[in-house]
């Protein structure tokens, strides 16, 4: 037990547990929704994570490329648990994909998808978000919109 105090950045059971996000673009088109936990990016756990991930899927930090399959990587292992994409509305048979790490770094990494990175990645690092407020008291999941 140390002797100073210093306030939790997010409450925890909310980060573990995550969010709810819609992500809407500024001309109103909606990409999904997706569940994402807290990343603490100044934590020693995410940091041995994204060195695990990062080892095992081969990224090399050195080449310009990597810098989109570490923060794919980054969100589809650490940060989301579900996702409920948006299907092609001409097509009457089509099912959103169920969510799996391995689906949403492949997706993440999509050159149409990077809108979607750009604002899971603020979602998933902002604390602001992961804040114990009235909607945790009574819903199971809140829906929030950029």
Same mark, same amino acid.
């Not at 950045?9 to 809407?24: I, L, P, Q």
């Not at 994204?50 to 570490?70: G, L, M, P, S, V």
């Given at each position: 037990?140390?002797?100073?105090?210093?306030?939790?950045?997010?409450?925890?059971? *909310?980060?573990?547990?995550?969010?709810?996000?819609?992500?809407?673009?500024?001309?109103g088109?909606?990409?999904?929704?997706?569940?994402?936990?807290?990343?603490?990016?100044?934590?020693?756990?995410?940091?041995?994570?994204?060195?695990?991930?990062?080892?095992?899927?081969?990224?090399?930090?050195?080449?310009?490329?990597?810098?989109?399959?570490?923060?794919?990587?980054s969100?589809?292992?650490?940060?989301?648990?579900?996702?409920?994409?948006?299907?092609?509305?001409?097509?009457?048979?089509?099912?959103?994909?169920?969510?799996?790490?391995?689906?949403a770094?492949?997706?993440?990494?999509?050159?149409?998808?990077?809108?979607?990175?750009?604002?899971?990645?603020?979602?998933?690092?902002?604390? *602001?978000?992961?804040?114990?407020?009235?909607?945790?008291?009574?819903?199971?999941?809140?829906?929030?919109?950029?």
């Open positions: 037990m140390s002797k100073f105090y210093v306030p939790a950045r997010v409450n925890k059971a *909310v980060a573990d547990k995550g969010r709810w996000f819609t992500v809407e673009d500024e001309a088109i909606v990409y999904g929704e997706f569940k994402l936990k807290f990343i603490d990016q100044l934590s020693q756990k995410t940091a041995r994570d994204k060195k695990r991930i990062y080892a095992e899927k081969r990224i090399n930090n050195d080449k310009e490329n990597d810098n989109t399959k570490r923060a794919a990587a969100l589809a292992y650490i940060s989301m648990i579900d996702w409920k994409l948006p299907t092609d509305p001409n097509d009457k048979k089509a099912v959103s994909p169920a969510f799996t790490p391995d689906d770094y492949e997706y993440l990494q999509m050159e149409e998808a990077h809108i979607v990175m750009i604002y899971l990645a603020d979602y998933a690092s902002n604390n *602001v978000y992961y804040q114990e407020d009235e909607d945790d008291a009574g819903e199971e999941e809140t829906v929030r919109k950029n």
